[in-house]
């Protein structure tokens, strides 16, 4: 088994077409990432090591948590592991993918690329966006809170409703917006294993395909 003092676990979904299967348009593909550090290769690039793949669909939360655990504890050196990092957008059953590793010391984060994107897509053209960020990660989401609420009123309908969405948010997963060691592969793991495969243009899956 691979030592693994430290573990980082990431976990994102994506959903693809599906054909004749009456009303149900599509299905979600499951994809979870574990390794163990990261290696710099060049300028932004940087290596995931000792990387897992899973990928499942058609799974309830539990029996997702049990394949993610049984495939670890076979790949991994688990039972040495002192802390586990777990990234993801914050839906409730990526944030939970790795709970049954029984790990003791385990830090949730929100990936910063899903912090950045929901600020900058509602408030972009009304505050400065870079200084708020900065402002959240140093200080915590009740120090932007009414600097939020202040743009929002006042907004037009569309921009009032895309602005309480990320507020909320942001307010849920305040407790996980921390600084942290470098993750946020999730994303280019699922375009690379799954959306350019899967979701090519023309391209649709039978429920047994997929």
């Known amino acids: 088994k691979i030592a693994a003092p ?3 676990g990431e976990a994102d979904g994506i959903w693809v077409p599906l054909q004749n299967a009456g009303k149900k348009k599509r299905i979600e593909i499951r994809v979870a990432i574990a390794y163990t550090g ?3 290769i060049s300028k932004d690039r940087r290596k995931l090591l000792n990387k897992t793949c899973l990928t499942a669909t058609r799974v309830e939360s539990q029996a997702w948590q049990v394949m993610i655990r049984e495939q670890l504890y076979a790949r991994y ?3 040495d592991t002192r802390h586990l990092y777990v990234g ?3 839906a409730n059953w990526v944030g939970s993918t790795f709970d049954f590793l029984g790990i003791k010391k385990v830090t949730r984060i929100l990936d910063p690329y899903h912090v950045k994107k929901a600020i900058i897509s509602a408030f972009s053209d009304s505050i400065d966006c870079k200084a708020l960020i900065k ?3 140093d200080e915590g989401f009740a120090s932007i809170e009414k600097t939020l609420i202040d743009a ?3 907004a037009t309908e569309t921009q009032v409703k895309k602005r309480v ?3 909320n948010y942001l307010r849920n997963n ?3 917006i921390v600084r942290g060691p470098s993750m946020g592969a999730i994303e280019s793991n699922v375009g690379k294993l799954i959306a350019q495969r899967m979701k090519t243009r023309g391209v649709s899956w039978s429920i047994a395909g997929a």
């Open 88 to 90: 993801g957008d914050g």
């Open 77 to 79: 050196k688990l039972d």
């Open 165 to 167: 969405e990320c507020m």
């Open 174 to 176: 305040a407790e996980f």
């Open 38 to 40: 990261k290696k710099y």
């Open 152 to 154: 929002t009123v006042g």
């Open 6 to 8: 430290q573990l980082f």
């Open 135 to 137: 402002q959240l990660y």
